[in-house]
Nanobody, 119 residues
Framework: QVQLVESGGGLVQAGGSLRLSCAASGSFFSINPMGWYRQRPGKQRELVADITSRDTTTYADSVKGRFTISRDNAKNTVYLQMNSLKPEDTAVYYC?????????????WGQGTQVTVSS
């Protein structure tokens, strides 16, 4: 079982920055990849960015050049630095981790953290 604890959401004005963190704990052999998803009001949950243990990254087109994902493998923590925030970035942001434990591969989700960008 893996627990994901997120932090760093909040209210910010357009053009501002926020940094999200997600720490994984529990019983697992490895976590790969780790990533961030978001669910905007009235929309389906969508990938924002993810990162492998070898630092290969994937970004949604809408956040390229503004958001940066990184991870600390020693701390099993993933970060999302969000710059030049726009009102359309307002959403609940969820951390997701794919964990290997024995022969099982499972996806885990954090509880979500609200990001609100005011215009």
């Amino acid at each position: 079982q893996v627990q994901l604890v997120e932090s760093g959401g909040g209210l910010v004005q357009a053009g501002g920055s926020l940094r999200l963190s997600c720490a994984a704990s529990g019983s697992f052999f490895s976590i790969n990849p780790m990533g961030w998803y978001r669910q905007r009001p009235g929309k389906q949950r969508e990938l924002v960015a993810d990162i492998t243990s070898r630092d290969t990254t994937t970004y949604a087109d809408s956040v390229k050049g503004r958001f940066t994902i990184s991870r600390d493998n020693a701390k099993n923590t993933v970060y999302l630095q969000m710059n030049s925030l726009k009102p359309e970035d307002t959403a609940v942001y969820y951390c997701r981790a794919t964990a290997v434990s024995g022969t099982a591969v499972s996806n885990y989700w954090g509880q979500g953290t609200q990001v609100t960008v005011s215009s």
